[in-house]
């Protein structure tokens, strides 16, 4: 009678030996206790019921049990499983008898398979050993603090990895503003494989210890990765017969293996990002020199950890990154804009100065390329109204001239009374933005001390303003009224009809808003505009109104800056005009005039609401005229 020892039929069915005990022992697979040491045997009919009645192994029973007899237990237990499960579903051979020369073929054919599987699993074991290529290798400007971030994530010892993401986060924000600062603690392998020296009392313990077989990490994971099992049933009992830290081991393992491939990603995605940032700019090289440069900021960092924000703007880009470097900041370029800054120096950052914000925080910024170069366009035949409009819709500041102006041959003006005589520069020049260009009003003919004052009342307000052309001054209000029409004159002082100087009287014309309040109504002016040689006070009274505005709408942006004081400044009164970029027009607004400020100077100031930046000029009052001597780009912020 043919019979099968446990270790042979667990051979023959390609699992454990310990699987076909609990089969016995539950009683599925019928056996014979030999003897007590002997263990137990099955005998080939007892195989044959199991088999058949096992819905896995049920397709192989009749293939298994139909071999010869002589067959020697190797051989049995590598046509067993896998291969037996094979060789009955070849097409060919299906129902029939199995002889010796067909199973040699089919066993030939799987070692061979068996051998490539093993030189791939090898080949994995070493790649796993093998420390990683430094990223530099492929990708030559990848900063060096990045490499080693990379490196510290793949270490091949967990001990040797980042412990938590804070770290890491905590070191590439570092790397953001000191691309390639040797920040990184890497524990080599020599450091982790220095000589321990026992003592012989310790020596003593260890040969005393139980002996345990420690397999070597590449025949550990060699195993892990060959282990398989075929059988179906729950083996929750055979497991708690195993070492629970051995489960627990393998468990962490895996949860280990899962957080390393988490932060090997992160760390990718991240090097890909700051690659491509490096190649377009935004981060420096090793090639790049470092330049100190003297300065005189005093930000600190805060006790709370906070950073205060220094005013890069007028500095060149190293003297901005040698600032925010010591400071643990971040700068990153956005681009070049049109500026009253040096060509070259930052003209704007997006966090203004004085602000507080956490270390490692980046600061954008803008490169000055200079000013903007206008074309001073030909104003001929616009009334002063729409010519004042269009050079400062250009970005030019707008000085008002009323001039009588030549006569004709008939004695006829060479240009009507409130149109636009000429510019100063003349039409086709090139300034810069902010540039201050005088526009001439015509006053018509000099008639002497005594005109009629014209009726205006109906008109609108810029047809009304033209009206006045004669008049040298001449002041716009703005009154609410549900009887006149929006923009449409009320009232006007002194009244039409009566005869006065042309050069002294006080012209004041009252213009509806209709249904709304004065105050809410955006760039109201004071509309002297070419009406007045004081184009000052309209500047004034529209930066009062888009403040008046800003509460309204309950947002008020607020600018608190330091002036340094001018190149060229002689101590007399100034003007400072600060010009912005309203939805897409250049606005501009005075300041102050004709006062006398010691400098270094504190601003503090209210501008457009949703504007967070513009310029301020600065002109000094020189023998009756104002003449500038420089700007300041300044920064808003929304006030809490």
């Known amino acids: 009678m043919d019979t099968y020892s446990v270790k042979e039929i667990a051979d023959m069915l390609n699992t454990n030996p310990e699987t076909v005990r609990r089969w016995i022992r539950s009683g599925k697979l019928e056996a014979i206790q030999e003897s007590r040491k002997g263990g137990n045997v099955v005998t080939k009919s007892m195989l044959d019921a199991f088999l058949k009645t096992s819905p896995k192994y049920a397709g192989i029973a009749t293939g298994l049990l139909a071999s010869p007899v002589g067959l020697t237990t190797a051989t049995a237990a590598i046509v067993g499983g896998i291969l037996a499960q094979q060789l009955i579903k070849n097409d060919e051979i299906k129902n029939a008898h199995v002889n010796t020369s067909e199973i040699r073929k089919l066993l030939l054919g799987n070692i061979q398979s068996s051998k490539e599987i093993i ?86 313990e260890i040969k005393h210890m139980p002996k345990q077989i420690a397999k070597s990490e590449p025949e550990a994971l060699e195993e892990e990765i060959n282990e398989t099992d075929y059988d179906d049933e729950p083996e929750e009992k055979s497991r708690r017969k195993k070492s629970g830290k051995t489960e627990k081991k393998k468990k962490g393992g895996g949860h280990g293996l899962t957080i390393a491939v988490l932060l090997l990603g992160v760390v990718i995605l991240i090097a890909i990002i700051l690659v491509a940032g490096k190649a377009s700019g935004l981060l420096g090289s090793k090639s790049q020199t ?84 206008i074309t001073v366009p030909d104003v001929d035949g616009q009334t002063g109204v729409d010519a004042q409009q269009t050079l400062e819709d250009m970005g030019l500041t707008v000085n008002v001239q009323k001039e009588y102006s030549e006569l004709n041959d008939d004695g006829t003006p060479l240009v009507d009374p409130g149109y636009a005589y000429s510019t100063t520069p003349d039409a086709g020049a090139s300034v810069s933005a902010g540039d201050t260009v005088t526009l001439v009003v015509s006053r018509g003919v000099d008639y002497g001390d005594s005109v009629e004052v014209p009726s205006v009342v109906g008109m609108t307000k810029n047809d009304a303003v033209t009206t006045f052309g004669k008049f040298l ?168």
């Open 119 to 204: 030189a791939r699993k090898k080949k994995s074991i070493k790649h796993l050993q093998e420390e990683m290529v430094p990223p530099s290798v492929y990708t030559e400007e990848l900063p060096h603090s990045l490499e080693q971030i990379i490196l510290k994530c793949t270490q091949k010892s967990v001990d040797r990895r980042y412990q938590n993401m804070e770290d890491v986060i905590a070191d590439l924000k570092h790397s953001l503003i000191d691309p390639q600062g040797d920040f990184v603690t890497l524990t080599s392998v020599d450091n982790e494989a220095k000589t321990v020296v026992i003592s012989d009392k310790e020596l003593g």
């Open 290 to 373: 470092e330049t100190k440069t003297e300065t005189t900021d005093t930000s600190k960092t805060d006790d709370d950890g906070m950073v205060t924000v220094p005013d890069l703007v007028g500095k060149t880009e190293d003297e901005a990154k040698n600032i925010t470097k010591d400071m643990k900041l971040g700068i990153q370029p956005m681009g070049e804009e049109a500026s009253t800054q040096a060509k070259g120096t930052i003209s704007s950052q997006d966090i203004p100065q004085g602000s507080k914000v956490e270390q490692y925080t980046t600061i954008k910024y803008y490169i000055s390329k200079g000013a903007q170069q």
């Open 473 to 640: 001054n001449v002041e716009v209000k703005e009154e609410r009224s549900t009887d006149v029409a929006a923009g449409e004159v009320i009232s006007q002082e002194p009244e039409a009809g009566n005869w006065e100087d042309p050069d002294t009287v006080n012209v004041v014309i009252t213009v509806s808003t209709g249904d709304q309040d004065p105050a809410s109504v955006q760039n109201t002016d004071t509309a002297n505009a070419a009406g007045t040689s004081d184009s000052a006070a309209q500047t004034t009274d529209t930066a009062s109104t888009d403040n008046s505005a800003a509460v309204a709408a309950g947002e008020v942006w607020k600018c608190t800056q330091t002036l340094n004081t001018p190149a060229g400044y002689t101590g007399g009164p100034v003007r400072l005009e600060l010009i912005q970029n309203v939805n897409g027009t250049p606005t501009a607004s005075v300041v102050l005039q004709d006062q006398v400020i010691q400098f270094p100077y504190d601003l503090d100031i209210t501008g457009a609401p949703g504007i967070s930046e513009g310029t301020l000029y600065l002109s000094e009052q020189i023998n009756g005229t104002y003449q500038e001597l420089g700007n300041y780009s300044i920064t808003f912020a929304k006030a809490e």
